[in-house]
T-cell receptor
């Protein structure tokens, strides 16, 4: 089946630094990718929809200046957590679907961010 | 507003016993329903999905789910649970009108005792 890869799978950073997480669709092109955040023992909360070649669409309550999303190609979306703080520590998961499809969502392995 | 409810936070079953995980949804549009499984520290794997047609859907790993429109439910079942099924299970709902944006339930953690 289709593969979505995230990198890094885990990262530890100091408070105030920025961290970039990559989401790649390895064997298909994805016009749209989604970024989720998952707190311990909680469900996935959609943060934003990443659109290739245009601005991301953020969900209500998500700071767009805090969580920068870039979708520069049909196989890569990046999430940058800027000026990270301990409360940003979380599990970030991306998903992607082949362009033009519906319901064929493939998830990355997730990236665990710990901000000290 | 759309929402998904998974009433059971934790469920423990004995290996070999049957399993049913509950999912109820509230959605304005025609819903499309999904079940995903997540192992600790991992991403999500699709178990099965319902778009239309037969309301009993077969998925991978021996799972099935039944869509009941009158009850707004999409419960996941497995006749005989294996220890490797221990994981967290998420029900999700979407609609064509919203593209591939899904709303997830809170998840149910399945523990399997031998």
């Amino acid at each position: 089946g289709a593969v979505v890869s995230q990198h890094p799978s885990w990262v530890i950073c100091k408070s105030g630094t920025s961290v970039k997480i990559e989401c790649r669709s390895l064997d298909f092109q994805a016009t749209t990718m989604f970024w989720y955040r998952q707190f311990p023992k909680q469900s996935l909360m959609l943060m934003a929809t990443s659109n290739e070649g245009s601005k991301a669409t953020y969900e209500q309550g998500v700071e767009k200046d805090k969580f920068l999303i870039n979708h520069a190609s049909l196989t890569l979306s990046t999430l940058t957590v800027t000026s990270a703080h301990p409360e940003d520590s979380s599990f970030y998961i991306c998903s992607a679907s082949p362009s033009g499809s519906f319901g064929e969502l493939f998830f990355g392995e997730g990236s665990r961010l710990t901000v000290l | 507003a759309q929402s998904v409810t998974q009433p059971d936070i934790h469920i423990t079953v004995s290996e070999g016993a049957s399993l049913e995980l509950r999912c109820n949804y509230s959605y304005g549009a025609t819903p499309y329903l999904f079940w995903y499984v997540q192992s600790p520290g991992q991403g999500l794997q699709l178990l099965l999905k319902y778009f239309s047609g037969d309301t009993l859907v077969q998925g991978i790993k021996g799972f099935e789910a039944e869509f009941k429109r009158s009850q707004s439910s999409f419960n996941l079942r497995k006749p005989s649970v294996h220890w490797s099924d221990a994981a967290e299970y998420f029900c999700a709902v979407g609609a064509v009108e919203y593209g591939n944006k899904l709303v997830f339930g809170a998840g149910t953690i399945l523990r399997v005792k031998s």
